[in-house]
T-cell receptor, first 115, second 111 residues
């Protein structure tokens, strides 16, 4: 199992450009999440998807959109990138049941710079 | 808003010493989790302690939870250089068990 994969690993954008960050998991997890990590801020939740077909806003959703394409894939889109969106983006998924049901599994991250 | 706040923000110790980091949180919880993040990598789950547990062990890790003080501590015994990383506490909230993370403790273990 690859776990949670993210593409691309690195990206540089100019202000106003758009892009989509891709995330996929092969663990048959129901819930998926997008976080951003900024220096000294820890991780903050952007959007999440409790199950296939549903998405909800997290703590910092402005400037982002998401798509839960199927159970495996959850993408994050920046329609018009701004320098404030320079960050490291992490995708995560969560086991649907069991002893460690709240545990999340993280991808390796996408490092995005907006000039 | 940050649910958890770790203390200290940074910790530097020598190999073989113990490392203790603390986490405080604001609201009632079902469980509290600790994650490790190596430089440039994603987070890796270390241990989960439930609200009805006071202490839990996993290898060289010992976690305590005091729900009356809304605090938890992570102890790493006999630290190794490979333990150098940032450590985050996290608590699940609401539907879909959304995690709220603290700001992390950066641990540096030197030879």
């Amino acid at each position: 199992n690859a776990g949670v994969t993210q593409t691309p690993k690195f990206q540089v954008l100019k202000t106003g450009q758009s892009m989509t960050l891709q995330c996929a998991q092969d663990m048959n997890h129901n819930s998926m999440y997008w976080y951003r990590q900024d220096p000294g801020m820890g991780l903050r939740l952007i959007y999440y998807s409790a199950s296939e077909g549903t998405t909800d806003k997290g703590e910092v959703p402005n400037g982002y959109n998401v798509s839960r394409l199927n159970k495996r894939e959850f993408s994050l889109r920046l329609e018009s990138a701004a320098p404030s969106q320079t960050s490291v983006y992490f995708c995560a998924s969560r086991q649907p049941s069991g002893r460690f049901t709240d545990t999340q599994y993280f991808g390796p991250g996408t490092r995005l710079t907006v000039l | 808003s940050q649910q958890g706040e770790e203390d200290p923000q940074a910790l530097s110790i020598q190999e073989g010493e113990n490392a203790t980091m603390n986490c405080s949180y604001k609201t009632s919880i079902n469980n509290l989790q600790w994650y490790r993040q190596n430089s440039g990598r994603g987070l890796v789950h270390l241990i989960l302690i439930r609200s009805n547990e006071r202490e839990k062990h996993s290898g060289r890790l010992r976690v305590t939870l005091d729900t009356s003080k809304k605090s938890s501590s992570l102890l790493i015994t006999a630290s190794r250089a490979a333990d150098t990383a940032s450590y985050f506490c996290a608590t699940p909230t609401g539907t879909a068990s959304k995690l709220t993370f603290g700001t992390g403790t950066r641990l540096q273990v030197t030879l």
